[in-house]
């Protein structure tokens, strides 16, 4: 679609995720056409995508529930050692993310990082 969005998080800040939030609402507010956005979360970002950041987990269940993909990158979970099954429900796993980056974009997703 010409809307198609990829979010990029690579930093393991609070303040930077919220941004990124708001970046995708305020987005999804103002399409009226289809589209679909994904946030790729790859470097110290995977940290905050964990279930002992509720307040985060809670905003980002709600932006999913809105059609938000999210996909955090196994090379940096397995770098933080971070268990698939900590992280935030609904929240997928790619082999690499800068590589999931990359394929987006070819498929003709605009990219951002907040």
């Not at 956005?37 to 529930?65: I, S, W």
């Amino acid at each position: 679609m010409f809307y198609d969005l990829i979010v990029h998080v690579d930093d393991n800040d609070p303040k930077r995720l919220n941004l990124a939030f708001n970046n995708v609402a305020n987005y999804s507010a103002a399409i009226e056409e289809e589209f679909r956005v994904v946030m790729v979360t790859n470097g110290p970002a995977v940290q905050l995508f964990t279930k002992e950041h509720a307040e985060l987990a809670a905003r980002g269940a709600q932006l999913m529930a809105a059609g938000l993909t999210i996909r955090a990158c196994k090379n940096a979970l397995k770098a933080f050692n971070i268990d698939p099954a900590d992280l935030w429900e609904g929240v997928e796993v790619t082999d690499a993310g800068i590589v999931e980056v990359v394929k987006l974009q070819r498929e003709g997703y605009a990219y951002i990082r907040p």
